[in-house]
């Protein structure tokens, strides 16, 4: 891979992380649905078939769902028709797993950008 793209990841994935620090992410943001994956607030999801969904229901799903637009946009050249379907059920068992463990968004929304680096620049 060229190296001047993964620095301007690197760099990229940094600035994710400071404004999650930071707490300056945007809160109200379009819920992502996709490849697998929804993020909501909603209690019931009966317009869903979600045999086969990673489902994310939370409070946070609006700043959940900035930084998994972000992600893609960042990992845009990696992501495929063959690993997008893994790439963000991945995104949302991390999420899942962290907000049960201990409730903390912005300890959830860091982790995953960490995994998902590792995942993705291996």
Known sequence: MHKRLIMDRTKRLEGVKEIICSGTFPTQNEYFQGADLIVTNEKELTRYDVDH?????????????WLIYELKDIFRDRINSTN???????????????????GDPIQAMLNVVDEIEEVMTQ
Not at 53 to 65: D, K, Q, Y
Not at 92 to 99: K, R, T
């Open 53 to 65: 969904m990673v489902i994310l229901n939370t409070r946070h799903a609006g700043p959940i769902s």
């Open 84 to 102: 997008k379907h893994h790439f963000y059920a991945e995104i949302g068992e991390i999420l899942i797993a962290q907000l049960q463990e201990d």
